[in-house]
């Protein structure tokens, strides 16, 4: 029920789509274009509101999003707030509380599994690098836009 209704908040069932992840490497790479400036400070405004809502609502005072313990929960939560990081948006180094919640997560599945089930998201910088089919630009390419509406 807890990963159901992390993922079914209207904050969190976005924060993929609205992480720096998305406007800061797929948008560019498929239209050429960078991302507005204000676009960004919006997409990390959403962002930050959805990492205070994760705090309060789900993380509280507890060592895991549903208690003493890992659960699947917050495997869930970690792969959707290591986006960020990935693309050089550090979203735990103001929060304690989402730090500790991090380490402990880390430390509960163990660092060498963590950072290996993490590597693509942690690399995804490496993107700008690639070639990109141009029909798949051309299909892609309105569709992402949309998202900067």
Known sequence: LC?????????????????????QVLIP???GQPLPSEKLQEVME????????FEERFLQ??????????????????VELMQPVGVGCDI?????RLME????????????LFFQAHEMIL???ELSNIQIDPQLKEQLAPVLMKMLK
């Open 3 to 23: 990963v159901h209704e992390l993922l079914g908040t209207a904050k969190m069932a976005n924060c993929t789509l609205l992480s720096p992840f998305s406007p």
């Open 29 to 31: 790479l498929f239209t």
């Open 46 to 53: 959403g962002l930050s509101t959805s990492l205070k809502q």
């Open 61 to 78: 005072d507890k060592a895991f999003i549903i208690g003493s313990e890992i659960s699947l929960a917050d495997l869930v939560a970690i």
């Open 92 to 96: 735990f180094e103001d929060r304690p």
């Open 101 to 112: 919640w991090r380490r402990r997560v880390e430390d509960a599945v163990g660092k060498e």
């Open 123 to 125: 690399s995804v910088k």
